[in-house]
């Protein structure tokens, strides 16, 4: 059960980097210019050390991406993920990314996600080998590769990046898309997708900036996002 939004390239703007006095405006924003996947950052000061947001987020703009036939995308930066699954999907999760480095049971908790309707991704930090996702192969929707050391946006992406990505899209099922994260911007977007990344997260470069919406769309030219 692959989320629709997700079979093809998309750029997923991060809220991580809205202005969360206005957080439903921004997200239109980017909405009314064809953005189709919104990326939730949860961090719970133990995977990573920052704390942000959880369930509550996430059901405070189901509805409102639901007007668009848009999907939210969280992206579980948590321990033990697998004790939090039900929270987001009943919350309004489309999609759950959760860490290869989190939880000794990934088989267990990328089935729970597809049990409860939603798509299962299976994040990897920069030093994590991609050996994990020979073992989840068939289990998954969606492959993020991190392009920065998780816990903040704004950092710099990481170069090695370029060939990690190559390497993973070459081990992943055919249709299963393959995210990149941190960094991104027009340029990182480009090389990234030349090494064979579909979905693009972007916070700074698209929330973060003064003009999310040409920010999304220039992106999303970029990259090849119908924005439909
Ligand atoms: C970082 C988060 C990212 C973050 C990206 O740990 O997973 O999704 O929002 O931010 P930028 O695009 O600013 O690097
Ligand atoms: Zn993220």
Known sequence: ??????????????????????LGAQVREVLDVGAKVIHVDVMDGHFVPSITMGPL?????REIVAEYGAM??????????????????????????VHAEATPHLDYVLDEIRAAGAGASLAVC??????????????????LCMTVNPGWGGQGFIESSIGK?????????????????GGI?????????????????????VL???DPAGAYVALAETVGDPRV
């Open 1 to 22: 059960m692959r989320p629709p939004q997700l079979s093809v390239t998309r750029v997923a703007p991060s809220i991580l980097a809205a202005d969360f006095s206005k």
């Open 57 to 61: 987020a996430v059901s405070a703009l």
């Open 72 to 97: 939210l995308d969280v992206h579980l930066m948590i321990e033990r993920p697998e004790r939090h699954i039900a929270e987001f999907t009943n919350a309004g999760a489309g999609s759950i990314t």
């Open 126 to 143: 920069p030093s994590t080998p991609l050996t994990v996702y020979g073992e989840v192969r068939e289990m998954i929707d969606m492959a």
């Open 165 to 181: 990505i190559e390497r993973l899209r070459h081990m992943l099922a055919e249709g299963v898309s393959l995210a990149v994260d």
């Open 185 to 205: 911007a027009l340029g990182t977007a480009e090389r990234c997708a030349a090494a064979g990344a579909t979905t693009f997260v972007a916070g700074t470069a």
């Open 208 to 210: 973060g900036s003064a």
